[in-house]
């Protein structure tokens, strides 16, 4: 067993959940380092973050591949440089092939802003209003192949007030996100020492 565990976090843009598991590694001294943070854009404006914190940035543009099959082999490629054991999708706009995911069985979570199995896939926020439900949510769960259908590791609910569109239940789902995001992930870790 290695001491300081090492994760990867991918995104894709604003990462928020990135920054929430980072300060939260650093105020709470996790068993482990943010080893880098890899993003499919360029312009991914979590990048600053990330790098302004010292870590390890890179970005594998997913809009340069001809295939999904070559990005995800890249992406293991760039990944893999940092020996994860754990890697954290965090606002990771990506459909993923199947043997990338074989490949991190077992070490690797997302956060979906929707209480699942209710709500896979996008606009999860509008999807609930639409659905008229009294409760929204997040879910950070194992990634299979299946997108959005690992087991389920953690949740927070919000409830869905009068008047709420779109982006009013955004943000409050978001603010739950990063407490979540973090805690479950100190909690799969902790999980993991023993091994
Ligand atoms: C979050 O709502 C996350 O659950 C979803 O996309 C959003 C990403 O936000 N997958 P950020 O990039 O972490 O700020």
Redesign the pocket.
Known sequence: MRAMKNIVIL?????????AVVRAAQAEQWPARIAAVISNKADAS?LAFAAGMGIATAVVPSNQFASRAEFDAALQQAIDVYSPDLVV?????RILTAPFVAHYAGRML????SLLPAFPGLATHRQALEAGVAQHG?TVHIVTAELDHGPVLAQAAVDVLPGDTEATL?AR??VQ?HVLYPRAIRQFIDGQQGR
């Open positions: 995104i894709s843009g604003r990462g928020s959940n990135m920054e979590g999708l965090a606002g990771f706009m997302n956060i979906h802003p997040a955004a789902v978001l996100e």
